[in-house]
Each structure stands twice: as structure tokens, then as C-alpha cells.
């Protein structure tokens, strides 16, 4: 089975938000969710880079580990997924997360948290694969359908990389090699514990 | 000689665009061997200088300008593990404490038996300030500690539907009960501010080891100082408590994620203590000591109880209701 990950080139990255707004269109993601940004590092000054960040469907996720209800789970494929049914959200995985993916809806009173909504790398939930119920809670099914995240599909520069880690990685590592530089794999080593060696 | 003009152009242009060429050339490949990554930001070189690597977004959420909080991972840590060998410590620890107390000491009597006199000890508001607190209290260690405990220990047992819909309400419980307890803790903070103040006598009573470990009476005010003791875990652990709690309600309220994983860490830690600290309040205030529940349940103790384990208080009201003739007058020997 592949290793699913996300590698963003942030090299090649020009801050146009197309993977945001091809994510929110896809899964039809509510107003004040987004489940990619896109964040520009050193904005304006010399070596300024943007980094495409989501869900990095960590090893071993911290946002598994921490939830009171046991609401993830991690697929074949090394995909970070969760049940909204389960969700009761408290927010914890938010604390956890090192990459601020986690989102909540506002409901009710004060910071009361509805269930929780994150990048599911286009595979949806527990639901049945394609099922409108799935769709309602967690938007396209993708994987199922055979397709890569569509936000690594939109990217214009093919900075954004979602796939088989071992492909994306090759793929980096061969733009590194061509081009004599590059500015790492952002957010593998706290999300996998390894680097791209570049 | 316009018929010559033309091409000769064209052959000077051609000229000048090879020198341009030429000239140009070098600067280029020069430009081509400039370094990019030379002065780009690295990730490792970030994280060395803060825990968090923020930036600009171009979406109104400025929460998701944070790139990268691997700080995550330690909070994790201390969650899953740290926490649940401090809160099982405690908590198991004062239970096993308690039980081997009782074993071996039993219900500490009224040693004069009861007199069938009584004495106002708490009237109707300080006692509904007490139970306000005390139910309060309860629901919120327990819906706490299922947020803790719960996945290991009850999750197992039910369905998961059934485990979240329980969780759910508990959530709930926890975040609208925590105004009702936290009103409770200001006035009982407020009420009996002034008789819990240490003094001289509460070393004294300290000392001769007071009325549960030791086996005499030594003297006391209206608190002892076992009880002063648990008047400020009250108001200081109830008061840490409750300031931790509503950062974490009120999330991103001039808070960061960092922020929050403290408050979350002084809130389960203060909340563990909490817990193990009242477990032993409720042993004394009911199969520990005769006489002692009746003092929040009708409000009245029995004058012997009341001469065993707070003499000084029992001479102040005696005083009190001798000099008020509408009061039941107690009798008590002078001296205590």
C-alpha cells in the first residue's frame, strides 16, 4: 500500500491560493473553515517563500492520540481520517496539531466548537465511499475514485505534491538535483520524523 | 543610395545585437550562478529561533498565518502520559491513604456521646453556597476526568455512539457549570474569609496533630486548621481552576495555541490535586468523623461535637446567645 503524504515545493510555490480555493469548492467547505492556506514566509524580503499547508496526515498523529472520544482512525493508505458522529469538539486536537489543521465551526455560546473539520486528502470518511451522506460531513471522495487531492492536481506550478510518498519525494528530489537548490520538504520532520535529503 | 541604406541597416543592427550579445553574456551566465536558496528561509533554521514558524496568509483567519507549532508533539506528551500518572497518583493515592486510614482509625466518635443539644454551626445560605459548589463540583471532576480517563477506562465498555453522546453532554455540563461553581468559590471565598485566617492556634492544633490523626481535641475556632486548609485549596486551586478554564472556553481570546496548551496544563493538573484534595474533605465529612455531616446537612452539630472540636468557637457563640435571649441558650462548662 502507498504511503500517502503531502510535500509542498516552496521553491516553486507562487502564493496564488488556487489549491485553497479548489479545496473549498470541491468539498463545498462552510464559510470560516478552510482546510488549506496557503502562509508566505519573510512576505517581501529576500528569500521570501510560501508554503501550501494542510493536514499533513502525520505518522502516528498527535491529534489521534490526544482525542477524548477516539474519533480518528488511519487508513491503508496512511490517511488521517475522522467520524464527525464521534467528534464532540472539545478542541483538543487543535492543541496537538503541529500544523493548526483542525477546524471548527462556531456554534452556540462563547468558543463552543461544533464537530470538527480538516483536510481528509480528498478520501472522504467512514461513511460508504461516494455516499451523499459522506459528502455532506466530509466533502469528495477522491481517493476512492482513483484520483489524487484536487488542490495538488490545481496547483498551476506543480509546487503542491499529493501522492505515494515515495514518488513525491523522488520527484522533489529530482527538481532538486536540476535546478541545484531547495528549501526542504516543510513540516516532514514533524509530521513523518524524516527529511528529503537535497 | 537608398537602395544600399537598408540592408547596411540591417547588417549594423545585426551587429550591435551580437555585441549586446556578447557583452551580455557574461553578466548572465553570472546571474545564473547567483545561489537562491543563499538567502532563503530554511524550516530547521525557523524552529531553532521560536517554537512556532508564523508568517502572512491572504484569508481573514490570522490563526492559520501559523505554519507550524511542532510544540504539539510535547503537549501530547504530557496529556497522554504525564498527566495521567499525576491525576492516577493522586486520585488512587488518596483513595488508598483514606481507606487504610478508616481501617485502621474507624469513624472518630463523639467521645461524650451525643447531648441531644444542638447549635446552629452553618445557616440556610451558607449551606446552599456550600452544596451550589459541592454538586457543582462533582459534575465537573467527573465530566473532567472523562475527558482523561475516559477513552481508556469507560470507551471500552459502550459503543462508541453512546461514549460520544455522553461525552457530548458532559462537555456541556463542564463548560455551563463551571459559572455556578466558580460564584460558589467567590462567596465562600467572601463568607468565611475571616475565619480562615491562620493564627497562633492553628500551630497549636497543628502540632497535637488535631482532631483525626491525633487522639485528644486540641482547641479550635470555628475552622481548625485541616479545615483552614481546605477553605484556601478551595479558593486557591478552585480560583486557578476556574481562570484556566475560561481561556480555554473563550479560545483565542487574546490566547495563542501555545497559551492554551499551558492553561490546559494548569487546568488538569490543578483540577487532579482538586480532585484527591476534596476526596478527603468528603471522608471527614462523613464516614470519617460522628457528628460532622450534620453541620452542612440541617446545619446544626450536636454541643458535644461542637465541645470536642471547636471549643473556642462553641465559648464565642455560648457567649453570643447568652447575651441574645431570644436564642436557645446552650450550656457549656467554662473552660471548654
Known sequence: ?198 | MEALATPLRIVLAALVFLMIAVTEYPAGAQAQSVNPTKSAVSEAQLLQQSRTIRGLGSIPDTKSYTLEQPAGRDWRHFHEVTLRWIGGTAILGMLAVLVIFYLSRGMVRIEAGRSGRTIVRFNAFERFVHWMTAVCFVILALSGLNITFGRPLLLPLMRPESFTAFSEWAKYAHNYLSFPFTLGVVLIFLMWLGSNIPTRVDLEWLKRGGGMIGHDHPPAYRFNAGQKLIYWVVVLGGGAAAVSGYVLIFPFYGTTIETMQQAEMVHSIVAMLFIAAMLAHVYIGTIGMEGAFEAMGSGSVDLNWAKEHHSLWLEKEGVRSRSDPSQPQPTVAPGG
Not at chain 1, 5 to 11: E, G, H, P, R, T
Not at chain 1, 41 to 62: F, I, N, W
Not at chain 1, 91 to 116: D, E, I
Request: proline share 5%; hydrophobic share 30%.
Open chain 1, 1 to 198: 500500500m502507498a504511503r500517502m503524504k503531502f510535500l509542498c515545493d516552496a521553491d516553486r510555490c507562487i502564493e496564488c491560493n488556487a489549491c485553497v480555493t479548489a479545496c473549498k469548492n470541491e468539498h463545498e467547505v462552510p464559510w470560516g473553515i478552510n482546510r488549506r492556506r496557503v502562509v508566505t514566509l519573510d512576505d517581501g524580503k529576500p528569500g521570501e517563500r510560501s508554503v501550501s499547508m494542510a493536514c499533513m496526515h502525520c505518522t502516528d498523529a498527535p491529534c489521534q492520540a490526544v482525542c477524548p472520544v477516539n474519533a480518528f482512525y488511519t487508513t491503508a493508505d496512511g490517511v488521517v481520517l475522522h467520524s464527525k458522529d464521534i467528534c464532540i469538539g472539545c478542541g483538543y486536537c487543535f492543541y496537538a496539531c503541529p500544523f493548526g489543521a483542525p477546524q471548527y465551526p462556531h456554534v452556540g455560546n462563547f468558543g463552543s466548537r461544533g464537530k470538527m473539520d480538516k483536510c481528509t486528502f480528498c478520501a472522504g470518511g467512514p461513511e460508504p465511499d461516494g455516499s451523499i451522506a459522506e459528502y455532506e460531513k466530509y466533502g469528495a471522495n477522491r481517493l476512492a475514485e482513483g484520483k489524487l487531492p484536487l488542490c495538488a492536481e490545481m496547483c498551476a506550478t506543480k509546487s503542491l505534491l499529493a501522492g505515494d510518498g515515495e514518488i513525491i519525494e523522488e520527484i522533489y528530489k529530482e527538481r532538486v538535483a536540476k535546478r541545484g537548490y531547495g528549501s526542504g520538504a516543510w513540516g516532514w520532520k514533524t509530521a513523518y520524523r524524516e527529511t528529503v535529503s537535497s
